[in-house]
């Protein structure tokens, strides 16, 4: 169930998005309706994601926001913080954190894996790298009880090939990807 107001946050990011988008070229959903697929997207994993117990996520790559910064609208009792390393692209998290007046999001202008880390229940991202190579990206924000949730393409089950406690749910060509007590070896 989503936040009552998640529906005019997103109609307002999705505006500032637009526009943003224009002279910055941060997203490649360039019309309204890319934009709300790509908010579909971000929290379609909600319908089997226990999230009552996460209270701090990430976001790595979170790039125009999807899914981190969309998350975060729907999850306002999780904290999260978005690492994004491209400076257009974070400020542009800036923007919306400032406009929606957003407290639980911290923006991080940095590649996650030079950052101290710090335990998390809830890991993210779309679209950035391979799987194996994500999870060693951020192993050490990794605890038993972190679920990572990864939005994958087409190649999902090839690149956890070798990995355990992985359930993968599909929607339509994206595979989203959930795995807990990860081997981070």
């Known amino acids: 169930m989503l936040p009552e107001y998640f529906d005019s946050h997103a109609q307002t990011y999705t505006s500032l998005l637009l526009h943003y988008n224009r002279t910055h070229n941060i997203s490649g959903a360039k019309t309204h ?35 981190g910064m969309v998350l975060a609208f729907a999850l306002p009792n999780v904290h999260f913080t978005l690492f994004e390393p491209i400076a257009k692209k974070s400020a542009f998290l800036h923007l919306v954190k400032t406009t929606l007046d957003l407290k639980n999001v911290d923006i991080a202008t940095d590649r996650v894996e030079k950052v ?15 799987t194996k190579t994500l999870v060693r990206l951020c192993r050490n924000f990794i605890r038993p009880t972190t679920t990572l949730l990864f939005y994958k393409g087409e190649f999902v089950e090839e690149e956890i090939k070798g990995l355990s406690n992985c359930r993968v749910y599909q929607r339509e060509k994206r595979y989203y990807l959930v795995m807990k007590d990860v081997d981070v070896a």
Do not use: H
């Open 33 to 67: 309706e890319a934009v709300m697929k790509n908010i579909e997207d971000s929290v379609y994993p909600l319908q089997f994601l226990e999230s009552s117990s996460f209270r701090t996520a990430i976001d790595i790559g979170t790039g125009a926001g999807f899914p």
């Open 116 to 130: 101290a880390p710090f335990e998390v229940d809830l890991i993210s991202s779309r679209a950035v790298t391979q």
